[in-house]
């Protein structure tokens, strides 16, 4: 069972940054694609991004691409989001999750807690 703990929301202006962290309880993290999510009130969970086990693949989705960069760095079983001019419409609680398959799309097997993003116009 592998436990993700988020931390880094928060309230930041339009264009702003705001820099996510997930940590993960599992020593062998490295066995793990990592994805990170988002779900606004009223609205379907949402794909932002997703990392190989050995990061040296990334994905993102259209609405991010070229704002947020996902990383990871196994040695301290943490994933990171870094998410740069920001929008309002980025406003969501954000979640990490883990699959032991590959990364990208799909369904994944743990999820954090969440941590919410706020931005304001």
């Known amino acids: 069972q592998v436990q993700l703990v988020e931390s880094g929301g928060g309230l930041v202006q339009a264009g702003g940054s705001l820099r996510l962290s997930c940590a993960a309880s599992?020593?062998?993290?490295?066995?793990?694609?990592m994805g990170w999510f988002r779900q606004a009130p009223g609205k379907e969970r949402e794909f932002v991004a997703a990392?190989?086990?050995?990061?040296?693949?990334?994905y993102y989705g259209d609405s991010v691409k070229g704002r947020f960069t996902i990383s990871r760095d196994n040695a301290k079983n943490t994933v990171y989001l870094q998410m740069n001019s920001l929008k309002p419409e980025d406003t969501a609680d954000y979640y990490c999750?883990?699959?032991?398959?590959?990364?990208?799309?799909?369904?994944?097997?743990?999820w954090g807690q969440g941590t919410q993003v706020t931005v304001s116009s």
């Open positions: 990392i190989s086990k050995s990061g040296g693949s990334t």
């Open positions: 999750a883990a699959r032991r398959g590959v990364a990208g799309l799909g369904l994944y097997d743990y």
């Open positions: 599992e020593r062998t993290f490295s066995r793990y694609a």
